[in-house]
């Protein structure tokens, strides 16, 4: 089966991004379609609620910017123009006002994706927007058509211009698995490698270490590789480490071992604690007590601790109870843990790579492609987890927005 029909703009995506084009253009007065290969539309923005919808963070913007590590130039004007408090009395808009957590995270007051989520459907829906489920993009036709594939067979739609948000390729069986840079190399559009971005890493751990801590959490950490500290929690898991702490340095630690094959980061397990300090306590008589119970007793130190602590020993040959205080403080403070290889991008929160920033003009158009624009996590810019990676999706995809009226009205 095989139809034709002509649409208005047409939007490929329902995420943030994507919604957020469509709803800068149908105020802007134009009609908007949105397609989406699922059948339910922003999967992976509900997901990313589950635990909390981290919306974007309270840091001042100039902070807030450098996030965004080489990409910040570029997002700085689609950022300043839909900012972190913007984007806060929108949602306060749609009824969700925000409030700010202990860490400087922006969450709506439900602390969930659904009720905005449904309440910005029924605002779009007012504003004339309409959902087009179960399309899988595919390209262009001979003609410049957009072409679909659907339950009911192929179809092809006639746009005066397109808006892609089709995502990165994390959590692909939510909708967004990368098949798009296919189609865009085939036109000449430079697209950089998609690569995990807020990931887990691989780590060879012992079979008696894996068997003990798999599953268990380091609280109060701080994990450092070169110059970049990244403090709070991660887990470890059965072939290595994953955690908001991790995902932090993961654009970091991704690119050395990408060039060196691994990357070796230190662990703090008494960060708030001066080096001195730890010296003074691990000065005092240690009795007839184990290491590991002078360990708990003098530091605090959690049974998962003590073991990455000696996990690391081990694998360097070192005897830790016989170290000086001085050194074993030294040794508390920067845990060697050496990271082998990224865990698999469908596994990871979000992508690196995408279409690289120099192909879009000021409007977020393809150069190359006329009438096409781009926004999301398919642009080539990552940030770590914190509210940073919705807000440039909301930003850039109310930037391609923007672009779309301008270039209609030129």
């Known amino acids: 089966m095989s139809n034709q029909s002509f649409e208005p703009v047409a939007v490929i995506g329902t995420g943030p991004a994507g919604l957020m084009a469509a709803e800068v253009m149908a105020r802007g007065g134009i009609d908007v379609v949105v397609y989406d290969r699922m059948s339910t539309p922003a999967r992976k923005f509900l997901l990313a ?30 950022i300043s123009r839909l900012s972190p408090d913007m984007l806060r009395a929108w949602s306060a808009e749609l009824g969700e ?26 605002r779009l829906d007012g504003e004339g927007v309409r959902l ?13 058509r957009l072409r679909f594939e659907t339950g009911e067979g192929s179809r092809v739609v006639e746009a005066p211009a397109v808006v892609l948000a089709l995502g990165g390729a994390s959590w692909p069986r939510l909708g967004s698995d990368g098949a798009w840079t296919e189609i865009l190399k085939s036109k000449g559009v430079a697209i950089a490698p998609l690569r995990p971005s807020n990931c887990g890493f691989t780590v060879a751990w012992s079979e008696v270490f894996r068997s003990r801590f798999q599953g268990a959490p380091l609280k109060g950490i701080a994990l450092a590789f ?15 480490m994953e955690g908001g702490a991790v995902y932090a340095l993961s654009a970091p630690l991704r ?25 003074a306590r691990l000065a005092a008589p240690r009795g007839s007590q184990t290491l590991s119970n002078f360990l708990r007793k003098t530091l ?37 843990v ?19 920033l120099d192909e879009l003009d000021a409007g977020f158009m393809i150069r190359r492609l006329s009438g096409v624009f781009a926004a999301g996590e398919m642009l080539d810019w990552e940030a770590p987890t914190g509210g ?7 930003a850039t995809g109310a930037a391609a927005g923007r672009g779309v009226l301008e270039w209609l009205k030129s």
């Open 300 to 336: 605090g130190l959690t049974p998962v601790k003590i073991g990455l602590l000696l996990e690391a020993a081990q694998l360097s040959g070192e005897r830790l109870g016989v170290l000086l205080p001085d050194q074993l403080a030294e040794r508390i403070n920067a845990v060697p």
């Open 97 to 122: 006002p925000t409030f700010v957590g202990s860490s400087g995270r922006v969450f709506p007051r439900s602390f969930k994706a659904t009720p905005l989520l449904r309440a910005w459907l029924r």
């Open 255 to 279: 690119e050395e071992i990408a060039s060196a094959g691994r990357a070796v980061m230190k662990i703090a397990l008494c960060p708030d604690l001066a080096l001195d300090e730890i010296r």
């Open 338 to 356: 050496t990271l082998n290889a990224t865990a698999p991008l469908e596994r990871a929160i979000s992508s690196a790579g995408g279409i690289c």
């Open 49 to 78: 609620g589950l635990g909390g919808l981290n919306l974007t963070h309270s840091e001042p913007v100039a902070q807030f910017l450098q996030r965004y590590r080489e990409a910040a130039s570029r997002l700085e004007d689609p």
């Open 132 to 144: 087009a489920l179960g399309h899988r993009w595919t390209g262009w036709d001979g003609d410049g």
């Open 226 to 240: 070169g110059a970049e500290v990244a403090k709070g929690e991660a887990v470890i898991t059965e072939t290595g």
């Open 388 to 394: 940073y990676l919705l807000q440039a999706c909301f």
